[in-house]
């Protein structure tokens, strides 16, 4: 019998591979997505001294108040957009986009060009 994967275990492999390609400098930091079934998160990590910069969430009572649902394309829009604002206000506008290993398309696609449209360049 053919043994299948979980979708989970291929997510973190596929993000695995991409880590293995890039991580964050102090000049240009990783914007790290995550998505679960309910919620959204992302950060702006410095890997060379492993440290988050930035972060935000659907889970945090300022991002979720201006949201109806927390696990849709918009939520993913407006999360990109904050996450944008606060890193520019830290001082980082150029970013690496991590992607987790989701594929970049709707919600994550959402996200990074909500970001971009903010203001980060990646």
Avoid: W
């Avoid at 400098?25 to 919620?39: G, W």
């Avoid at 998160?41 to 109806?68: C, F, H, M, P, R």
């Amino acid at each position: 019998m053919v043994s299948k994967k979980s979708r989970s275990e291929i997510r973190v492999k596929k993000h695995m591979k991409i880590r293995n390609r890039f991580s964050g400098t102090p000049e240009c930091p990783r914007l790290a997505v995550f998505r679960s079934n309910n919620h959204m998160y992302a950060q702006v990590i410095d890997d060379t001294v492993g440290k988050t910069l930035v972060s935000a969430s659907t889970l945090q009572k300022d991002v979720k108040a201006n949201l109806e649902k927390t696990n849709n394309v918009e939520a993913a829009a407006y999360l990109g957009k904050v996450i944008a604002e606060r890193a520019l206000e830290k001082g980082v506008k150029d970013v690496v986009f991590d992607r987790g290993g989701f594929v970049y398309h709707g919600k994550i696609k959402a996200l990074a060009d909500a970001a971009r449209e903010a203001g980060l360049n990646f």
